[in-house]
T-cell receptor
Framework: SAVISQKPSRDICQRGTSLTIQCQVD?????MFWYRQQPGQSLTLIAT?????????ESGFVIDKFPISRPNLTFSTLTVSNMSPEDSSIYLC????????????FGPGTRLTVT | GIQVEQSPPDLILQEGANSTLRCNFS?????LQWFHQNPWGQLINLFY???GTKQNGRLSATTVATERYSLLYISSSQTTDSGVYFC???????????FGTGTRLTIIP
């Protein structure tokens, strides 16, 4: 398994501002991902965080809105930029240790409310 | 892309009852996981089960990959089993999990 922490755990932000969410893993992992879960919905993949290079974004998500960094094999950040109430969601970091088995583990999530 | 449907969408049971949750997927998969999302939003890994059957205490899961479905069984339900259950799949040549629609389980004391 993996021990994953996220900061902050929750936040209430004003429209038009930005928030950076941190994800820290207890040991090196192969892959890191960021997901969004809108209220009452399932999880949607935002992007794959690539170490030392630009993230790979899914359809409907762009770097200007959700810039992602991954400076090493245990840490990543997701920024939600120029926020609107529609960005109110839970944002989750997840990791894969072993590319062969590909079991994915999730952090506790960051609950964001935009007013 | 691959489609993942779960049923039923909602399930309300008395404590002590048994339940079966189903996950259907539209293409061949090489990875299937079951998660429980507790009321605080934490996703807990239940099973990594691309095929076959596994058991862990009161929970068990079976995936029939050739028929494109998986089942999660919960026996002797407890109130702590309440929450949303998700299955997520990954198909060949793709390194991304696609999540199902979820089943919301409520256990009444």
């Amino acid at each position: 398994s993996a021990v994953i922490s996220q900061k902050p755990s929750r936040d209430i932000c004003q429209r038009g501002t930005s928030l950076t969410i941190q994800c820290q893993v207890d040991s090196q992992v192969t892959m890191m991902f960021w997901y969004r879960q809108q209220p009452g919905q399932s999880l949607t993949l935002i992007a794959t965080a690539n170490q030392g290079s630009e993230a790979t974004y899914e359809s409907g998500f762009v770097i200007d809105k959700f810039p992602i960094s991954r400076p090493n094999l245990t840490f990543s950040t997701l920024t939600v930029s120029n926020m609107s109430p529609e960005d109110s969601s839970i944002y989750l970091c997840s990791v894969v240790r072993d590319r062969n088995a590909y079991e994915q583990y999730f952090g506790p999530g960051t609950r964001l409310t935009v007013t | 892309g691959i489609q993942v449907e779960q049923s039923p969408p909602d399930l309300i049971l008395q404590e002590g009852a048994n339940s079966t949750l189903r996950c259907n997927f539209s293409d061949s998969v090489n990875n299937l996981q079951w998660f429980h999302q507790n009321p605080w939003g934490q996703l807990i890994n239940l099973f990594y089960i691309p095929s076959g059957t596994k058991q862990n205490g009161r929970l068990s899961a079976t995936t029939v990959a050739t028929e494109r479905y998986s089942l999660l069984y919960i026996s002797s339900s407890q109130t702590t089993d309440s929450g949303v259950y998700f299955c997520a799949v990954m198909n060949f040549g793709n390194e991304k999990l696609t999540f199902g629609t979820g089943t919301r389980l409520t256990i009444i004391p």
